[in-house]
């Protein structure tokens, strides 16, 4: 197999630094949030490309994001070089249709309309799958979890346990695809995101007053930070602030110490959230290659998350302030 080169991506590296003009900038959040109707602030998303809204409540804006998420993806992986790249992105959605298809199959319901169809398998192909125990098609650490999961959940009647099966494997299949993407960058941000994902485990163990036993089940392998460290600072009588100490999630593991005394988890939420975003900010001194390609797309996705705070904020009658309180850094 010929090595994918950064130049490769020079196309594409264009395209996204011209696709990064249209994202919601600070101060296009600021004007939503300081609108003075919820169509007026939609209206300010006309800016960044999507399509004008005449009315706005919570289905509308879901299927708008989704759509808009639909696009993006499949316009990026027209051009993107290396596949395993995109799909870090993609397999959020196959395990998050994992857990509808599985749930669904032992209430005997039908959870089609949670589907989010932009995985790397079709939603569709999935649901047969599981039904017909016929899964040639499914990539295997997926399959695997899949199976797993389906027999944990029909011997136990536990969804959390299925469902902390299909975690452990998400993390391992993404981890498994920066590898072989042999992207830095790329291995940088799943490492990122799985130390972030323990440092919410160690908070919400803590919080809960469960010891190191429940803790090493919601644990995931491949961060900066071990597994075996985590457990022996924790079962030492350590905070996750002793183990980020050091590291670019230090202000995140201080609020997350504060966050498992019992304060606010708002705080430690956005930090986490910020820290993601201050390492993909690096892609910015990146002329070209996968690193801005990689930036975009998890911009995206936190731009998206932001419309949905602005907006179910709006919906729910929150003030301004109460949700500028919630919104992440912005990426530009």
């Not at 209430?107 to 589907?115: A, E, I, S, W």
């Not at 040639?136 to 902390?164: C, F, H, Q, W």
């Not at 830095?184 to 469960?210: C, H, P, Q, W």
């Not at 797309?297 to 907006?311: C, D, G, Q, S, Y």
């Amino acid at each position: 197999m010929t090595k994918i080169k950064d130049t490769d991506y020079l196309f594409l590296s264009a395209k996204v630094r011209t696709m990064e003009r249209n994202l919601l900038n600070r101060d296009r959040m600021e004007q939503m949030l300081e609108a003075h109707s919820d169509l007026d602030a939609v209206r300010v998303l006309s800016e960044c490309g999507y399509p004008e809204m005449t009315e706005v409540n919570v289905d509308i804006l879901n299927e708008i994001l989704s759509k808009e998420r639909d696009q993006i993806f499949k316009e990026i992986s027209n051009y993107m070089p290396d596949p395993a790249v995109m799909d870090v992105f993609k397999i959020k959605y196959d395990y998050h249709n994992a857990k509808v298809i599985l749930k669904a199959e032992a209430l005997g319901t039908d959870g089609n309309r949670l589907f989010m169809d932009i995985g790397r398998v079709p939603a569709a192909e999935m649901a047969d799958s599981v039904r017909s125990s016929e899964f040639y098609n499914m990539p295997p650490i997926l399959k695997k979890a899949v199976i797993e999961a389906r027999e944990v959940l029909g011997t136990t009647k536990d969804p959390r346990l299925a469902d902390s099966i299909l975690d452990q494997a998400y993390f391992e299949d993404m981890n498994a695809l920066a590898e072989e993407a042999g992207s830095e960058f790329l291995l940088g941000y799943v490492r990122t995101l799985i130390d972030i994902a323990n440092m919410r485990s160690i908070v919400r163990t803590s919080r809960m007053g469960k010891g190191t036993e429940f803790l090493e089940g919601v644990l995931f392998a491949g961060g900066d930070v071990g597994v075996r460290r985590i457990l022996s600072v924790v079962s030492a009588g350590g905070s996750v602030e002793d183990l980020y100490t050091t590291s670019t999630l230090k202000e995140a593991a201080e609020a997350g110490a504060a966050a498992a005394r019992g304060s606010s988890l708002t705080r430690f939420e956005k930090l986490c959230d910020d820290a993601l975003t201050a390492y993909i900010s690096k892609a910015k001194y990146v002329a070209f290659g996968e690193a801005p390609i990689i930036a975009f797309l998890a911009a995206k996705e936190n731009e998206l998350t932001a419309v949905r705070i602005i907006m179910t904020g709006r919906l729910a009658g929150l003030s301004a302030d109460t949700i500028r309180e919630r919104l992440r850094e912005s990426y530009v």
